[in-house]
């Protein structure tokens, strides 16, 4: 494959990853607000089926590099998985029971911004730029949610709950992606998540176990709720991750970033289509307002948009 055929798979496929992680909040909403199944459950079945399919197709295509993993790196993801596997899927999909799937994107929406605040403890300063992209976020968020209305401050979605539940999702991957990094570049992002998957799967097992609420699972006849789990488990879980590294190694890691911010709009759209959710035109604006601020705190400008999209890596993998 030569350097343009290379470039334009890896725009590709963050394009893809974008898009099918979108999916998760559709499909989960669908399977969630009819009880149809629990939240452990579908979180065990997900990183279950994706974390095995992502182990077979490694152990086929590089073996070596997927099993040069040590003890420590184990016990390390063991308790990165606590929070970036089980914490945020279980919050997750417990919220997706009680608020929209709009509601959830934007959410999650502000990782980012929950990622440079959590940073801050572990050393890292913030500048203008990013106080700024965070107030800006926060405010849109308050807005998409309807806190703030046209008759000024008030809550009554009817959501607290959900809303709160996405939210620790949001602050579960925030302390992943604070903690991860030594372990991810040691390890690669490929091998780290694979293995993450797995043992998260595993400690999802116990959770299960131990679950104190009621446990559902579609039944046999139950066929269109079995092919949404599978579809969660396999295309927004194994093929989305999978699609999110060939685009690291491929294109520049900033434009990888700004083609995740596609993540909630490609959801607005979808909630649209498929539950009917509308959004006037303050939380329109506030859509708008999140993605902005996240992009504001990251360095992200419409010009350095354009000369990432236009510039080739000088070199490819």
Not at 258 to 280: H, K, R, S, W
């Amino acid at each position: 494959m030569n350097k343009n055929a290379s470039y334009q798979w890896g725009v590709f496929c963050s394009f893809a990853s974008a898009f099918l992680w979108s999916t998760t909040f559709i499909g989960g909403r669908w399977l969630l607000k009819d009880r149809s199944i629990d939240p452990v459950s579908l979180s065990v079945i997900r990183f279950g089926i994706g974390g095995i399919l992502l182990f077979v197709f490694g152990y086929v295509f590089f073996r070596r590099k997927l099993f040069n993993i040590s003890f420590r790196d184990i016990l390390m993801l063991a308790w990165l998985s606590l929070w970036g596997i089980g914490g945020m899927s279980v919050f997750l999909f417990v919220g997706q029971m009680q608020t929209s799937a709009i509601n959830t994107s934007m959410i999650i929406a502000l990782s980012p911004i929950l990622t440079m605040l959590l940073g801050t403890f572990a050393g890292k300063r913030l500048n203008a730029f990013m106080v700024c992209g965070m107030l800006i976020s926060l405010t849109g968020c308050l807005l998409v949610l309807g806190v703030i209305t046209q008759n000024g401050i008030a809550y009554k979605s009817g959501n607290v709950f959900g809303d709160l539940m996405v939210f620790s999702s949001a602050a579960c991957w925030a302390v992943y992606a604070v903690f991860s990094g030594k372990t991810v570049e040691r390890l690669g992002g490929y091998t780290a998540t694979t293995w993450g998957m797995l043992i998260g799967f595993a400690e999802l097992l116990i959770v299960r176990a131990l679950w104190p609420w009621v446990l559902t699972i579609p039944s046999t006849a139950q066929t269109g709720q079995w092919w949404a789990v599978l579809y969660i488990a396999i295309f927004p879980t194994a093929i989305a991750f999978f699609a999110w590294y060939e685009a690291m190694d491929r294109i520049n890691l900033s434009l990888l970033n700004i083609m995740q911010y596609l993540t909630p709009l490609f959801t607005v759209l979808l909630a649209f289509l498929f539950f009917g959710e509308t959004m006037n035109l303050l939380n329109i604006a506030g859509a708008v307002m999140v993605l902005a601020g996240v992009m504001l705190a990251s360095g992200i400008s419409g010009w350095n948009i354009l000369s990432l999209i236009n510039r080739q890596p000088s070199k490819m993998p």
